[in-house]
């Protein structure tokens, strides 16, 4: 191959500078960019700077419980955001819980706070209802719930989610559709 492209290198050249991984030609100089590793991902600094790159931290709400506004869910059946201020209701433990206070629904009834729902009551791994017990493996509430942070975001989101029903929006129906498609042998 004797072409010679407008850098002065021939075909040969720039497939062995590519697949080296060395340089890239391009075409255009005008639209060409210079890539370096600070500018990867929506991180700004170094990617081997552990000790000096922190992430940006929000507020997080200081409303207090039952004063709340609730968030709306990400997608069906996502965990509901946390709306409320936190302060004294952590570490949540098995033994230790604020949580359930409120929100047993019980409690949640008559004090206008979400009740948990079905799917807390019920070992997924059994495929046993509790009734009225809590399972076990639903104590460590902030596992899957946390708390909503303002922040500006690095990137828009541009997710839209589809929900199914307009309860879906606002209501967890986890063990309705949870073996929804699934053929029991």
Request: glycine share 8%.
């Amino acid at each position: 191959m004797k072409g010679i492209c407008r850098r002065g290198l021939t075909a040969t050249g720039i497939v062995i500078i590519l697949a080296l991984g060395i340089g890239q030609v391009v075409a255009d100089e005008k639209h060409h960019k210079e890539k370096y590793e600070d500018d990867f991902g929506i991180r700004k600094g170094s990617i081997y700077d552990e000790e000096n790159i922190r992430p940006e931290h929000g507020e997080y709400s200081m409303t207090e419980p039952g004063k709340s506004k609730r968030i709306k869910r990400a997608f069906e059946n996502s965990p509901p955001l946390i709306p409320h201020d936190l302060t004294g209701m952590l570490p949540i433990a098995e033994t230790n819980n604020a949580c359930l206070n409120c929100h047993m629904p019980a409690a949640a009834e008559s004090i206008g706070a979400i009740p948990m729902p079905r799917s807390h009551f019920f070992d997924i791994d059994k495929g046993k209802d509790l009734g009225s017990k809590l399972d076990g493996k639903r104590y460590p509430c902030m596992q899957c719930h946390v708390p909503q942070v303002n922040i500006p975001e690095p990137i828009k989101n541009q997710f839209k989610a589809d929900f199914r029903s307009e309860k879906s929006r606002t209501r967890s129906n986890l063990l309705d559709s949870l073996n929804e498609g699934v053929k029991a042998e």
